[in-house]
């Protein structure tokens, strides 16, 4: 699972915002595999507030050495923003020295 966070802040200050989806500008998706490619999330998704500011949403990518798109739209004071991120998942590599088990 990778976990996606935005935090919000007000004058370098964490502050909560009304809410925190998902969405790009035209409502289609909250996350797919690069700018064209299959949607991994849907729009409209919820993140969800862990402590003051901070939002996440864990998804299950269903590939990795490519990179996906995703939109966090905020609402906040009436207003509405879109911020685009960009995610590169990366392949698990784990190296184990066996030597040191021993």
Request: avoid cysteine.
């Amino acid at each position: 699972m990778t976990s996606l966070m935005i935090r919000t802040k007000i004058a370098g200050v964490l502050t909560d915002v009304t809410a925190v989806l998902l969405s790009d500008p035209s409502g289609s998706f909250g996350m797919r595999q690069g700018d064209t490619g299959p949607i991994v999330v849907a729009d409209g998704i919820v993140m969800t507030r862990i402590s003051p500011g901070t939002y996440t949403h864990s998804v299950e990518l269903p590939a990795t050495g490519v990179t996906y798109t995703w939109w966090a739209e905020i609402h906040y004071g009436g207003r509405t923003y879109h911020i685009e991120r960009q995610y590169y998942a990366r392949p698990v590599i784990e190296d184990v020295e066996l030597g040191e088990l021993d």
